[in-house]
């Protein structure tokens, strides 16, 4: 890429950027500083307009370029990422979305906490919510490392390096000055962007095989180098009966995960109702529903047009194949079009990262502020402005993320979303269903069931080849694998609710039945709801 129109890339990089952070300070001078105001945006948002914040909030690197880079380089394998992310929305709908609403103010806490004792739970709930976040952040860190790197004309470690950096410096701005009203404003216009930028790309693939999608997938098939097998179930979880058990743990992690990620959780605290929060996500469903089916015809065009050699080339774990479709399809590389489409297309894909990370970051420092600060703080001491705690722990979760993303960079971003993913589904989900739905439910078991599903999936992690025994590993030199799947998912999730089941029936505390039938009536009715 020439000098000339690197410049136009990073011109239209700056002018998103420029736009946010006036959003950012528009915001900031108009807030009252409330810890509604800065957790929930004053609960004054729309049913669409939080539709389009979710949708942004969810529509990740992950979705944009690590997804598409799995249905270029492994076919029909990849779909199952789009299949996982898509079905989730199904249980966040019929039964979380409404209820989460009703029983809570801010975060995931607060639900659980409503009938048990508060500090165990928070404490647990608090740390693994923070945990989930993390590993979420080191994905979008990912993302913008390689596709910055790719921008500026190469692949070097420095230029990814420092993008991580400046990514995470952008994102405790963001939460920091702008707190959730901010954050909402820049996932609408970063959904509206994407949405945008995916149907032109679309338009233009099916424009190269004059709309005939067959041809499409028999010459993404021809390119593969795989043949039929690359429209076909198999060619990277059917190898063996691990790879098979692998496949099985990702599917598991992501149709269950969506309902236990605490950013979109969130979300639903920024609307007036429970209705609205119902709502918001019908519209989310429609917008993230339509997003991921062009995603598909995305993937398969890179295959078609590029080829997973030329993928793999720019970006070993194919997080790169939608920035460079878009400068085939513009003209090719030194073309004016493709250049001003690569840098349309990079720019909304930066775009995308910095507006996801921006909510988890909210997410993450309420947990600390709200639940983790306020429950761990000595009694005595003068308590400081939960507001205040929460930009310094946006801080803090930023230093830990640079530092992670700067570390796995070599990894798919959407394999890493999976991880974070796995660990919601086995930590979270488990206490949010019990303590919606099971009268019997006590405060052990809520400890129980979050330790017992988060300690398994993060030492899974550790012990699994994504960290050590190959040379797609995090440490490479090393072998301390002893646990065979990538994902783990299959072991962890099980666990999380044996542990919540086994720490209740075992409790000598009877479970407070009032408090019970007062937050089924609340997560029913909405009466009492904040």
Not at 165 to 179: E, H, P, Q, R, T
Not at 499 to 520: I, P, Q
Request: aromatic share 8%.
């Amino acid at each position: 890429m020439t000098a000339e129109h690197q410049t136009l890339a990073l011109l239209l990089f700056s002018a998103f950027i420029a736009v946010t952070l006036g959003i950012t300070t528009w915001v900031s001078r108009n807030r009252r500083g409330s810890a509604e105001e800065f957790y929930a945006g004053g609960r004054l948002f729309s049913p669409m307009e939080n539709g389009f914040a979710i949708a942004g909030d969810y529509m990740s690197a992950a979705s944009f370029l690590g997804v598409t880079g799995l249905i270029a380089l492994f076919g029909y394998d990849g779909l199952l990422y789009v299949v996982g992310f898509l079905v989730a929305w199904l249980v966040v709908l019929f039964l979380v979305a409404e209820l989460v609403r009703n029983c809570g103010r801010f975060t995931l806490a607060d639900v659980v906490a409503s009938r048990m004792r508060e500090r165990p739970v928070r404490i647990a709930v608090g740390s693994a919510s923070v945990t989930v976040s993390v590993l979420y952040l080191v994905a979008q860190m990912v993302g913008a490392g390689s596709l910055v790197a790719l921008l500026l004309g190469g692949t070097s470690d420095a230029a990814r390096s420092w993008t991580v950096i400046g990514v995470g410096a952008l994102m405790v701005i963001y939460v920091s000055l702008g707190g959730m009203r901010a954050t909402t404003w820049i996932q609408i216009v970063k959904a509206v962007l994407l949405l945008g930028g995916t149907v032109a790309l679309t338009v233009l693939v099916l424009m190269r095989f004059h709309g005939d999608v067959d041809r499409l997938l028999l010459t993404a098939a021809e390119r593969s180098g795989h043949g039929e097998a690359f429209l076909a179930p198999g060619l990277k979880y059917g190898g063996d009966w691990t790879a098979r058990l692998d496949f099985v743990s990702l599917g598991l992690a992501l149709v269950l995960g969506t309902a236990g990620l605490p950013h979109i959780l969130s979300r639903f605290y920024t609307v007036p109702t429970a209705r609205a929060a119902r709502r918001s996500v019908v519209w989310a469903v429609a917008l993230i529903g339509g997003f991921y089916l062009m995603t598909i015809v995305l993937g398969f065009g890179a295959a078609a047009i590029l080829g997973p050699d030329a993928v793999r080339g720019s970006n070993a774990a194919g997080n790169t194949a939608v920035p460079l479709l878009a400068l085939d399809l513009g003209g090719g590389a030194g073309s004016t079009g493709g250049t001003v489409l690569f840098a349309i297309v990079a720019a909304i894909a930066f775009a995308t990262i910095l507006a996801v990370v921006a909510g988890i970051t909210l997410a993450s420092s309420a947990s600390v502020a709200h639940d983790l600060h306020a429950s761990l703080r000595r009694r005595g001491r003068k308590p400081r402005s939960e507001v205040a705690v929460a930009r310094m722990a946006a801080v803090g979760v930023g230093v830990v993320a640079i530092a992670l993303g700067l570390l796995a960079q070599d990894l798919n971003v959407a394999f890493l979303v999976g991880l974070a993913f796995a660990v919601a589904a086995s930590a979270n989900l488990p206490v949010l269903l019990y303590s919606l739905f099971w009268r019997g439910f006590t405060t052990r078991g809520a400890v129980w069931a979050v330790y017992g599903g988060l300690v398994p999936a993060v030492v899974l992690v550790v012990l699994s080849p994504v960290v050590s025994g190959g040379p797609d590993s995090l440490f490479p030199s090393l072998d301390f694998q002893y646990f065979p799947l990538q994902n783990p998912g299959l072991v962890s999730i099980p666990l999380g609710f044996l542990a919540g089941w086994l720490g209740t029936v075992t409790s000598a505390e009877v479970a407070d039945e009032a408090k019970h039938a007062e937050t089924e009536v609340r997560s029913l009715t909405g009466a009492g709801a904040a």
